[in-house]
T-cell receptor
Framework: EAQVTQNPRYLITVTGKKLTVTCSQN?????MSWYRQDPGLGLRQIYY???????DKGDVPEGYKVSRKEKRNFPLILESPSPNQTSLYFC?????????FGPGTRLTVL | SQKIEQNSEALNIQEGKTATLTCNYT??????LQWYRQDPGRGPVFLLL?????KEKRKERLKVTFDTTLKQSLFHITASQPADSATYLC?????????????FGKGNQVVVIP
């Protein structure tokens, strides 16, 4: 089944404790992206990647890192999470401008 | 800066009627405009894409129009069904915003009443 998977789906952590949210797609898409969704603010793009080893900032990249060492994986790294990064995170891959979203990761930073 | 506006009030509509949603944007000249459906707690699902040089696109009971002069897209669900109840997001890509960058509106909830 063609899909985008994210792990973990739910995470509660504390300020400053480094964490990684994994994202993987099995559709051989070159484009991948990370978004966060917050009430009243909608979906905002964090980072995107056009291909392996190519990443670019979206609208809200501060406090996040990404890497794209393989085509299928695009992990999101929070080196020192803060409470304002509490949010619902979505990974997506795309082909022909059509984005396929993962199921989301609900992150709470205490 | 770019601004994308969707109605924040939920649209309540009787089953069988046509639901019409609006997406307005300012300070922006997108190359593409997309519509997505999002159910509570789930990721958005792609519905339709329309290019800047296209006026209208249809897919089954869905119709999208794109007026680059008015900077507006209309999204229609004809013969609406309770299963159409969801939040619908418009998204703009490319053009003056930059290729491969996607900006979303906040979404407009639709409730189809049986």
């Amino acid at each position: 089944e063609a899909q985008v998977t994210q792990n973990p789906r739910y995470l509660i952590t504390v300020t400053g404790k480094k964490l990684t949210v994994t994202c993987s797609q099995n559709m051989n898409h070159e484009y991948m992206s990370w978004y966060r969704q917050d009430p009243g603010l909608g979906l905002r793009q964090i980072y995107y990647s056009m291909n392996v080893e190519v990443t670019d900032k979206g609208d809200v990249p501060e406090g996040y890192k990404v890497s794209r060492k393989e085509k299928r994986n695009f992990p999101l790294i929070l080196e020192s999470p803060s409470p304002n990064q509490t949010s619902l995170y979505f990974c997506a891959s795309a082909t022909n401008n059509e984005q396929f979203f993962g199921p989301g990761t609900r992150l709470t930073v205490l | 800066s770019q601004k994308i506006e969707q109605n924040s009030e939920a649209l309540n509509i009787q089953e069988g009627k046509t639901a019409t949603l609006t997406c307005n944007y300012t300070n922006y000249s997108p190359a593409y405009l997309q519509w997505y459906r999002q159910d509570p707690g789930r990721g958005p699902v792609f519905l339709l894409l329309i290019r800047e040089n296209e006026k209208e696109k249809r897919k089954e009971r869905l119709k999208v129009t794109f007026d680059t002069t008015l900077k507006q897209s209309l999204f229609h669900i004809t013969a609406s069904q309770p299963a159409d109840s969801a939040t619908y997001l418009c998204a703009l890509e490319g053009g003056s915003y930059g290729n491969n960058r996607l900006a979303f509106g906040k979404g407009n909830q639709v409730v189809v009443i049986p």
